[in-house]
Nanobody
Framework: QVQLVESGGGLVQPGGSLRISCAGS????????VAWFRQAPGNEREAVGC????????YFVDSVRGRFTVTRDNARNLVYLNMFRLKPEDTALYYC????????????????????WGQGTRVTVSS
């Protein structure tokens, strides 16, 4: 059974940093491009960024570019979303996702390219 499990969320002060992870179970994440999304209360789910499988190149949406990075730990079958200079507007439930047809050739958009989603991990940015 293929599962994605996010973890590492929590409460962080504005300007702080946090790393959340996406673990693959029953799936080898190095074989997939992996996307990150988030959903704030009352808002639609939105793309954050992604990492491709070929060379680990990454792409991000404008609101987080320069503050967030995505890295892989292939030996542990993990993908990390590293978040820096966090803002209150980054508060959301964060999800990772993969899809057989998803390649991460640019900043992700839309929700239809993904076959599997994790359950999310909550990030709260507040003083």
């Amino acid at each position: 059974q293929v599962q994605l499990v996010e973890s590492g969320g929590g409460l962080v002060q504005p300007g702080g940093s946090l790393r959340i992870s996406c673990a693959g179970s029953g799936v080898a994440l190095p074989d997939y491009a992996v996307a990150w999304f988030r959903q704030a209360p009352g808002n639609e789910r939105e793309a954050v960024g992604c990492v491709n499988k070929a060379n680990s190149r990454t792409y991000f949406v404008d609101s987080v570019r320069g503050r967030f990075t995505v890295t892989r730990d292939n030996a542990r079958n993990l993908v990390y979303l590293n978040m820096f200079r966090l803002k209150p507007e980054d508060t959301a439930l964060y999800y990772c996702a993969i899809g057989e047809q998803f390649t991460c050739s640019g900043a992700p958009s839309g929700l239809t390219a993904y076959d599997k989603w994790g359950q999310g991990t909550r990030v709260t940015v507040s003083s």
